[in-house]
């Protein structure tokens, strides 16, 4: 029979004994229940000196054998009766008790009163006193409601257990039992009409602000953020762990305040809240930054006054001895923008801030709050809120590496692996090497897209009602790399757009094309090992159609670098100008979030508006890419930002071509080079490649070789563009030669104005 509380196990046949008295008066101020030897022997265990028993299914009491007391009696002192509900004489339930592993209690809060107050007074040091209460009741089962009497000094006590939380239990909730061990760590409570004074409970505390004696944060469900989680630890509680005499002596104060900022789903809002949950204060408040906005004029500020109000209570009948009050703000930019920012008539943001900054930093500022804020728009926050003695703690919660990857992958996969519902060919390695970029949420997204493609190969949409069989659900590593098609991550690589950059695919164009490829690859390493070079540009400059997007987006891809986006004009049709600068800026940014990155300017002229007639152009761009392209990224991440422009002398007037560090020129083909592109293709027939070669220009961009090809190939006599792409079949060249004049009779010339 399992027990009520859920920990340890009862036998299965619990004994009805009858209840008398405690034989002594010495042996009431203990946790012991009395028996008979031969009952005792009953309720032993192999191999195990304890002896508990669960009696009246609501306690665990340690058993001890007596001679005075007969077979089928327990002997149970008068609170013990009270708790258990019996009288002397009555039956009651006795179950043999076997405690658990890891059933140590990590904290013990103790409820304490005189068992006769008569208007005492006694003030008890909460270091002695939890000295003789572990040696006292060592490996004695403690329950939640149980009260115990003991003697302090020559007085006795009752102490009522009100919270027992076991070592390494993550849900607290559930816990209502446990074994007192040597460091088991007592906290003492009063009420304040009991006539008791706990002194130096700062000081018993030591180093148990948190309710384990270790913080493991996979087992909390939190992965990758373990450097992120000891700078916090240093700034926030590193000075609530001393006793409050040596900080008073150091002349410093907490912390009261911290900010988590980064991109969305990296962990921010569960990596606060778990905190919250695991040290030893009130049980933090979680506000959504939206909430606390109210229509009414003055209901914010009070609700924001509302949230400090215990910790005012606390601090104002405990002073140093107050718990600590933990608040929570997610999306905390929502309510406290700059003020001045916020034009819309009432105010209310810049009373939120004032209200904030009041009660975490002004005339009765608070010793017993620490709040946390986060959000992913540091930028918005009114700047007097961040600075030292209120959010001074600035702990940015950034993209998992890929160690960090691995251990939220075995967070989400842990479960389904004890089960056996993973199969063996599934690598966690692999997928946290192929998943770069990805937030943790982004990570979850893909272990549910990988078990959706497992689960649905079990239904047939035919027949809904068709029995389901549990044992062969098998997750596979390829049901993994679906879900990385179907999960992609915001500050990933866009693969597809730089695809779409070289639709017609990548040929061998001749030496002066794999020269610059060579160098752009170069520029790559440079990036990537080169501490001292945080930020490579180079331009890529040329003729419409030489090939320098396509070369651009070659060395993005290849590159292989988590972060690879490319900012073109046919994505900002119709944008305004500040909007265009908004949406440049925000690819920098992203960039900035990514260890490695590649930003592609593609065709800066049409990014600028440039017209020749004029010439006209957008002075408010040019001016964001100037700056881009000279700031520097944040430490420790590295950047490359190619450009390419078909109006390299419009660019040096503007002296944006100066803003890059290199500049290489992507040239037209030649007629070797043409020839050696028609041989890859395997269009032509073998003795018709020369004669088409022969008869391009010596200048043929390869865009437009490209699109005479395929104009050639799919107006083809008795043929078809498949079989000709496929090598099946070759174009005519009189065909070829007759496509080729239509494009060059229609091609005209536009003048170089610069």
């Known amino acids: 029979m399992a027990g009520r509380f859920g920990f340890g196990s ?11 008295n405690t034989p002594s008066s010495d042996l009431v101020i203990t946790n012991c229940a009395y028996l008979s030897a031969g009952d005792l022997r009953k309720f032993s265990s192999s191999g195990s000196k304890l002896i508990f028993a669960e009696v009246g299914n609501c306690v665990v009491l340690s058993l ?27 039956t009651v339930s006795v179950s043999r008790f076997v405690p658990p592993d890891n059933f140590k209690l990590a904290v013990l809060t103790l409820e304490l009163e005189f068992v006769k107050a008569k208007g005492k007074n006694e003030q008890i040091d909460a270091v002695i006193l939890a000295q003789q209460l572990r040696k006292r009741f060592i490996d004695q089962v403690m329950t939640a409601g149980q009260r115990v009497s003991f003697e302090y000094c020559g007085t006795n006590y009752i102490f009522t257990v009100n919270q027992a939380v076991v070592e390494g239990q993550e849900d607290s909730e559930t816990i209502d039992r446990g074994m007192v061990a040597s460091d088991t760590y007592f906290v003492f409570e009063t009420s304040p009409s009991s006539g008791i004074k706990i002194v130096n409970q700062r000081e018993a505390a030591n180093s148990r602000i948190f309710k384990q004696k270790d913080f493991n944060l996979e087992k909390l469900g939190v992965g990758g953020l373990n450097a992120e989680f000891v700078d916090i630890f240093r700034r926030a509680f590193a000075s609530r762990v001393f006793p409050a005499h040596v900080t008073n002596k150091l002349g410093i104060k907490h912390v009261k305040g911290m900010l988590l900022y980064g991109p969305p789903g990296t962990g921010k ?10 040290l030893n204060g009130r049980d933090p408040k979680i506000v959504n930054g939206p909430e606390v906005l109210s229509k009414f004029v003055g209901e914010t500020e009070k609700n924001i006054r509302d949230l400090f109000a215990d910790a005012e209570n606390d601090q104002r009948t405990k002073g140093d001895e107050s718990d600590l009050h933990i608040i929570i703000f997610d999306e905390i930019d929502a309510i406290c923008k700059a003020r001045g920012s916020t034009r819309d008539g009432t105010g209310v943001h810049d009373s939120i801030v004032n209200q904030l900054l009041t009660k975490i930093d002004g005339v009765e500022s608070l010793n017993n709050v620490l709040l946390i804020g986060m959000t992913n728009r540091k930028d918005l926050i009114d700047e007097a809120l961040l600075r030292p003695g209120r959010l001074e703690v600035h702990v940015e919660i950034s993209l998992p590496d890929e160690n960090g990857r691995l251990q939220i992958l075995h967070i989400h996969t842990n479960k389904m692996k004890e089960s056996s519902f993973l199969a063996a060919d599934v690598s966690l390695l692999e997928l946290a090497a192929r998943t770069k970029n990805y937030s943790g949420a982004e990570l979850e997204g893909v272990v549910k897209s990988a078990v959706s493609f ?40 866009s693969t597809d757009d730089l695809e779409r950059c070289r639709l017609h695919g990548i040929v061998d164009c001749g030496p002066r094309h794999k020269r610059i490829y060579e160098r752009g690859m170069l520029l790559v390493e440079q990036v990537k090992v080169d501490k ?8 890529l400059e040329g003729p419409r159609g030489s090939g320098k997007t396509a070369m651009a987006a070659t060395i993005g891809i290849d590159s292989d670098f988590p972060y690879v986006k490319i900012v073109s004009a046919e ?22 979030k990514s260890q490695l990155s590649v930003v592609i300017l593609d065709d800066i002229e049409r990014l600028l508006d440039f017209v020749p007639i004029g010439p006209r152009f957008s ?10 392209l000279n700031r520097l ?14 109006a390299v002398g419009f660019l040096q007037s503007l002296g944006i071509c100066e803003a890059f560090a290199v500049t290489y020129n992507v040239p037209t083909l030649h007629t070797e080079d043409a020839r050696k592109v028609l041989k890859q293709l395997n269009v032509l027939a073998e003795g018709d490649i020369d004669i088409a070669a022969q008869a391009l220009d010596d200048d043929m961009p390869i865009k437009r070789l490209y699109m005479l090809v395929r104009s050639a190939a799919h107006g083809a006599k008795g043929g078809s563009s498949e079989a000709i792409f496929s090598g099946k079949e070759k174009i005519d060249i009189n065909h070829f030669l007759a496509c080729l004049a239509d494009i060059v009779s229609s091609h005209r010339p536009v003048a170089d104005f610069f």
């Open 454 to 493: 497992a689960l649905n190969r079990q239904i047939s949409l035919d027949d809904l009602t068709k029995p389901l069989d549990e044992e062969s659900i098998k997750i596979t590593m390829n049901d993994f790399l679906h879900a990385l098609q179907e999960i992609i991550p915001a500050f990933g690589a």
């Open 571 to 592: 994505t900002m049709v119709g944008f305004s100008e500040s909007n265009k600068c908004g949406h440049i800026i925000k690819i920098f940014e992203d960039a900035y």
């Open 619 to 628: 002075n408010l761009v040019a001016q964001t890419l100037l700056v881009l």
């Open 532 to 539: 001292g070079s945080p930020l490579v540009t180079c331009l």
């Open 64 to 90: 001890r054998s007596h001679e005075s007391i007969r077979d089928g009696y327990i002997a149970l002192n008068a609170i013990q009766r009270r708790h258990t509900k019996v009288s002397t004489g009555d």
């Open 10 to 20: 009862s036998s299965a046949t619990p004994s009805e004994m009858i209840v008398t």
């Open 269 to 278: 809002t569960l990596l606060a809240r778990q905190i919250g949950k695991y």
């Open 633 to 646: 990224p944040p430490k420790g991440k590295n950047m490359l930002v190619i450009g390419t422009t078909s």
